[in-house]
């Protein structure tokens, strides 16, 4: 049973920082990374391929969150910088095991969820 668990979320201030993290048990899995503010559906955030070498972001994120990995702790980060208001929302990682890293921006894409991390920020 693989087990994706996230960490880092908070309250902070617009314009502030904070890194989330992710790890997943059993193996090295594309990553990624979803939102769900209240009231909304969760959409895409940001993914990252299995080794690293490719990543995908939101329009909305671009420029302002980096996800990377590594691969030797099993875990994935999402650094968000420049946080708005507009960000607050619960935080999920997700997993996909196997080779091919194909429409990593669609939730059904994925085969394993975390639980989610909260993230405030304040105005």
């Known amino acids: 049973q693989v087990q994706v668990v996230e960490s880092g979320g908070g309250l902070v201030q617009a314009g502030g920082s904070l890194r989330l993290s992710c790890a997943a048990s059993?193996?090295?899995?594309?990553m990624g990374w979803f939102r769900q503010a209240p009231g909304k559906d969760r959409e895409f955030v940001a993914a990252i391929s299995r080794n690293g070498g490719r990543t995908y972001y939101a329009d909305s994120v671009k420029g302002r969150f980096t996800i990377s990995r590594d691969n030797a702790k099993n875990t994935v980060y999402l650094q968000m910088n420049s946080l708005k208001y507009e960000d607050t929302a619960v935080y999920y990682c997700a997993a996909r095991s196997g080779a091919l890293f194909t429409a990593p921006q669609a939730q059904q894409f994925y085969n394993y969820w975390g639980q989610g991390t909260q993230v405030t920020v304040s105005s």
């Open positions: 059993g193996g090295t899995y594309h």
